[in-house]
């Protein structure tokens, strides 16, 4: 099992698809296009942030569970990740100091079940590392209303502290192997011969971990 982190508009869906098309696996997408709450939450961060959190713990935790029951996939997005949104909303006054606690109960309780489940924990976790220019122009031109920081006052200083919680995370996180993939040079959705440099990368990672 292979998991996608990094930050928004770093490429995880992108590269998910193009591992699972290269691996032969299925992949488990982020529950983006039909969330009811995301868009709400950019519309008012204040009262959405708890909802929305709730909302994406819940579908990550059912994709992990399929995903876990499988010998070989892809996860757009690891559930480690999820901390870091809340506990940012709980630094911009989002998320109040009841709703974090319990939030992290629950998600304690959560990655307690999956220590119970035939696979315990991701064999790679594939960070895309990406610049925040690179990250703001991906989001841009990926081009959700909702998500363009010109229909936003405020957007852009919270998409900077996202990119800025994203190096400490990576350095300290260790339930797994780890791969950095600079996402700024690499470009793997235009480019086919960045691409195979890319899954070239992953593969000699996964030859290391003995698993292909
Ligand atoms: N390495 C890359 N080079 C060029 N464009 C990219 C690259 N990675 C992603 N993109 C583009 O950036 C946008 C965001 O990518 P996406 O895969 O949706 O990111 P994420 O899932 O991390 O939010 C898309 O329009 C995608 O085509
Ligand atoms: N507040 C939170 N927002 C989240 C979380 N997980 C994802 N997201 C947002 C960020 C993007 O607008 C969108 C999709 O993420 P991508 O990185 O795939 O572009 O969803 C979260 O836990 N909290």
């Known amino acids: 099992m292979i998991v996608l982190a990094g930050t928004i508009g770093a490429g995880k869906s992108s590269l998910a698809k193009a591992l699972g098309e290269h691996l032969k696996t299925d992949v488990f997408y982020e529950a983006v296009d039909n969330n009811p709450v995301l868009d709400l939450y950019y519309q008012d961060p204040q009262k959405y942030a708890f909802l929305l ?5 819940n579908k990550r ?16 997005r690891s559930i480690f990740e999820d901390e870091l949104f809340l506990t940012l909303n709980y630094k911009n006054g989002n998320v109040t100091k009841t709703e974090l606690e319990i939030y992290q109960d629950l998600l304690a309780n959560m990655l307690e079940e ?5 696979k315990k924990r991701p064999d790679l976790l594939v960070y895309i590392d990406v610049s925040f220019e690179t990250m703001l122009s991906r989001i841009a031109q990926r081009g959700r209303s909702f998500e363009q920081i010109e229909n936003q006052e405020g957007l852009k200083d919270y998409y900077a502290q996202v990119h800025n919680e994203y190096p400490d995370w990576y350095k300290n996180y260790d339930i797994s192997p780890k791969l950095r993939i600079d996402g700024d040079s690499i470009d793997f959705v235009n480019n086919p011969e960045h691409l195979d440099e890319v899954l070239g990368q992953i593969d000699d990672e996964l030859k290391k971990l003995d698993l292909l």
């Open 61 to 76: 935790f059912e994709s992990i569970k399929m995903a876990y029951r499988q010998d070989n996939n892809v996860l757009d």
């Open 53 to 57: 959190q709730i909302y994406f713990l």
């Open 114 to 118: 999956l220590d119970g489940m035939p």
